[in-house]
């Protein structure tokens, strides 16, 4: 009786660990050609109207005043959302509404203060993310030295992690005061339409790995923007 016990337990064994065997190597599957990924990348991020982005500035480069936005983007720049800058040393955070041309801001004290969009795109310009000639499609498209590192999850969605490089020319639009060329790294969906998920950028000599982290969501939800009364 003894003897038939063990034997169960021996088979039992074996089976869970080819079934263990099993699963680990369904997840070594054959990477993507990074070229052809970034490719299609970009081919996604032209088909997009609208947006929501949440960006952090884990450090203090110098030439940057942007901390942080986490907001809806429209294609043309209309937007709204909550912001984060650097001024003379003061952290600023508070409400922004962009239709147009026009920009409102609300700080922590007092309403909406009226500016043109100009005056605030050298902090963040909401009009550059969606544009495919200054956004994240021609980051995408100008990404050099790319290679496919490995299938990760942003969340619950599976993505392929994705590194490069991109000069300071092709991603000062929509991280404004980039003074140097940077190191990228994405996470693309895998399945089906091939979104930008997550996005972090490496300055160098930074401190903070990464310097600045976004992930994007809410791919082509509708929303609706008007200026605050």
Known sequence: MAGSKVALFITALVAALLAMTGCSSSSNEKLPDAATTLREAAAAARNLHSVHITLTVNDDPPG??????????????????????????ALIEGEFVVVG???????????????SAERTASIYDSSALLDPQRGIANVLAHTTAAKTDAV?????????????????AVIAPIV??????????YWLRADGERDLLQLW?????????????????????????????
Not at 212 to 227: G, R
């Open 64 to 89: 940057m005043a942007l901390r942080g936005v986490d907001g809806d983007v429209a294609t043309g720049g209309n937007a709204r959302g909550t912001l984060r800058f650097n001024l003379s040393g």
């Open 101 to 115: 041309k026009t920009a409102y801001f609300k700080g922590p004290t007092g309403g909406f203060q009226t500016l």
């Open 152 to 168: 990760d999850n942003v969340g619950d969605v599976r993505a392929y992690k994705v590194s490069g490089k991109v000069t300071k």
């Open 176 to 185: 404004p005061g980039v003074s140097n060329d940077v190191d990228v790294t």
């Open 201 to 229: 950028l490496q300055l160098p000599n930074s401190s903070a790995n990464p310097t600045v982290q976004a992930t994007l969501s809410n791919f082509n939800k509708p929303f609706t923007v008007t200026p605050p009364s």
